[in-house]
């Protein structure tokens, strides 16, 4: 006699903490401003304790996957992330719920359900992602349709169905095989055969190839997430709701009468019983839609009141991965109104190499880092002085008073600020033309120079930021030399300059898009620290020039990155085809090529605060420059040692090696001609 209602164990939400995360990631990514619903799965599995609520999962695949543990069940959701606390508050449940009804029961009435029951297991979740606080608000609903009162007998091990122990056996490894060919199923026929041999096992479609109007040979199964003694779990009631639609009788024929095999971790924990499924609704049938509902299967708080939960990430998290989360926060929001063309993992790989660990390589190992860079590397040869911390912004009171290497000082410091970077320092002195080496001195220099060739080699972007004019002549030769994007930074009293040096490209002049920084000169770099005062000895500065450079340097490798043709940028006047001649002239005025998503891409910025002006210029390569030459660049190739002890001890060997001196010959010849010519 059936005349308890059947009642049903709810489902409980689990939330892994990598399913936030991946909601962090999706918002901030995909979502942005956008609050259009998103296809998710759960998943759930066999019910094993009593004292454990049944349990649906999200996780961190459930954005990318669907694949399954091994007797898992899929739950497919549908998620609706808001954009402000009031759009979450003001999100109407109901519409939610109803709408996933409105789903299952389509796939129920075309029959979907039956061949693929997994769809009758569905979840609505609603969240606001609180990204500042790593505060998640959320609300899981498992709606139902609801096709009225059910009744039941009471329930009995599942043993009883099988009659024998040898049955259950062989019923349960039959479902394991059964499960293995079809994992997505969360409901199944069986059919007992005599004998005790293993039953028959089929999908709901197909029921008519295995039904018998006896309850006893023929049940409808079902994967139970609940491990209650008496109640099976809440995935039950919809399939109830499938099999009455397609298998129950009219509202005026008596109840459908069927066994209930609720599958649990172990048989002993599985449950049977007979139900009477009511006939559903006539009006349903005809319409197709759903049977009247009423809003169902919201999950409480744990207060068991009707309110969302909310997870609290920011205590559990590790702190280095909640700083480099929050650093990719302020840097993706960038993406979402205001420049959605940033590729920020491609600023973010940039491998940088900081020659100077002063001044300029603070400010600009800081910019690089808001900018999300995560490999850094410091090269410099001082120490952290008392004077120093006021303006190189790495550095404490405390270095000073150990005197701390400045590279290895800047390196830890810049790890305080964010564990998450990846740097290092390195304690060298960087070899200059014009400062001779002997001996001991030679070995530390060509071991320098070794060391420097790999680290260039290693890295993507070179920035030059020491303090004079020499050091940078072998850095400038090494990334010409590897073809690497290469950058000067330097300041004077109230003036600066940030400039990209040039790289190989066959239509660039002199073979070169752009010039580097000794482009310009028609002497090599020689000994300018000879003879010099205390004010001469020290970088003198306005302090705003400092941080004024280093900002248009980092901006340049950053608008380099994102121009179409990269480090091979051209100079910004270098394309004529199509401009008009200006007057006097043959040559059409140069057409401004195109520049990167975030503006345009100049060769050098120069500054001057004295009027707080700032203007951009360009310059083509010269093909007797002493630091990118064809002829340099040879040298280097054939030999750096001989290259570099040539420099350092021989005067004139960069001007003799490059042309300049010929040049300057050639020059002179000219001048003499001219004197000649007064003569007469």
């Known amino acids: 006699i059936m005349a308890d209602l059947l009642q049903f164990g709810p489902f409980a939400s689990a939330a892994d903490p990598s399913f936030w995360h991946g909601l962090t990631k999706l918002k901030l990514e995909t979502l942005k401003l956008s609050a259009e619903p998103v296809e998710i799965t759960g998943c759930y599995t066999a019910g094993e304790r009593p004292d454990v609520p049944p349990r649906c999962t999200v996780g961190g695949d459930s954005f990318t996957s669907d694949a399954l543990p091994r007797f898992a069940v899929p739950a497919l959701g549908t998620l609706r992330n808001t954009n402000t606390m009031e759009d979450f508050k003001s999100l109407d449940v109901a519409v939610t719920i109803n709408a996933a009804v409105t789903q299952i029961w389509a796939s129920i009435t075309s029959g979907d359900a039956l061949k693929d029951s997994s769809l009758l297991v569905k979840f609505v979740l609603n969240t606001f992602a609180d990204l500042k606080k790593y505060h998640f608000y959320y609300w899981f609903g498992f709606p139902v349709v609801t096709i009225g009162d059910v009744k039941s007998t009471p329930a009995a091990p599942l043993a009883q169905f099988f009659r024998t122990d040898g049955e259950t056996d062989a019923f349960v490894e039959s479902l394991k095989a059964w499960r293995d060919a079809n994992p997505r199923q969360a409901a199944f026929v069986v059919r007992r055969v005599e004998g005790g041999a293993a039953p028959k096992i089929g999908l709901l479609a197909e029921w008519a190839e295995h039904y018998v109007a006896d309850t006893t040979q023929f049940a409808v199964g079902f994967i139970d997430a609940c491990a209650l003694p008496t109640n099976p779990g809440w995935s039950l009631r919809n399939i109830l709701a499938a099999v009455a639609y397609h298998f129950g009788g009219e509202p005026d024929s008596a109840p459908l009468s069927l066994s209930v095999l609720a599958v649990r971790a172990t048989a002993q924990a599985g449950l049977a019983f007979l139900v009477e499924l009511p006939a559903v609704d006539a009006a349903a049938r005809v319409s197709g839609a759903p049977p009247p509902a009423f809003v169902s299967g919201l999950e409480k708080d744990k207060k068991s009141r009707m309110r969302p939960r909310i997870c609290n990430l920011s205590a559990a998290m590790d702190p280095v991965k909640l700083a480099a989360s929050a650093v990719g926060l302020n840097l993706s929001l960038m993406r979402w109104r205001l420049m959605p063309q940033i590729d920020l993992p491609k600023v973010a790989g940039c491998r940088c190499l900081l020659l100077g660990a002063g001044t300029l390589g603070c400010n600009v190992a800081r910019l690089l880092l808001g900018w999300g860079v995560s490999k850094i590397t410091f090269v410099d040869n001082g120490t952290v002085s008392y004077s120093n911390p006021v303006r ?134 020689t000994n300018s620290t000879k003879d010099r005062s205390l004010d001469q000895q020290c970088t003198v500065s306005r302090p705003g020039c400092s941080m004024l450079v280093s900002a248009a340097v980092v901006e340049l490798l950053v608008s380099i990155l994102h121009h179409p043709l990269g480090i091979a940028a051209p100079r910004p006047s270098t394309i004529h085809e199509g401009g008009a001649a200006a007057a006097g002239n043959d040559e059409p005025e140069p057409v401004p090529t195109a520049g990167s998503c975030l503006g345009a891409v100049p060769h050098q910025v120069r500054g001057m605060l004295a009027e707080f002006g700032q203007m951009t210029l360009d310059g083509q390569a010269f093909d007797k420059c002493t630091g990118c030459s064809p002829a340099i660049v040879a040298a280097y190739e054939k030999s750096l040692p001989e290259l570099l002890i040539g420099a350092c001890n021989i005067p004139n060997y960069l001007e003799d090696l490059s042309g300049l001196s010929a040049l300057h010959d050639a020059v002179d010849e000219l001048e003499d001609w001219d004197n000649d010519e007064d003569d007469f």
């Open 392 to 525: 190189q912004t790495l550095f404490t009171f405390e270095d000073s008073k150990e005197g701390k290497p400045k590279a290895l000082a800047a390196a830890d410091r810049l790890r305080e600020v964010f564990p998450g970077v990846d740097v290092s320092g390195h304690s060298l002195t960087v070899p200059m033309p014009g400062h001779p080496v002997s001996g001991e001195t030679e070995r530390a220099a060509l071991e320098t120079a070794q060391l420097l060739d790999k680290l260039v080699s290693e890295h993507d972007a070179v920035f030059l930021l020491m303090d004079s004019r020499e050091a940078r002549w072998l850095p400038t030769v090494l990334c010409a030399a590897h073809n690497k994007m290469c950058f000067t930074a330097a300041i004077g009293f109230d003036t600066f300059v940030a400039m990209r040096h040039g790289v190989a490209t066959p239509d660039g002049p002199e073979g070169r898009n752009v010039g580097c920084y000794f482009c310009n000169d028609v002497v090599a770099p």
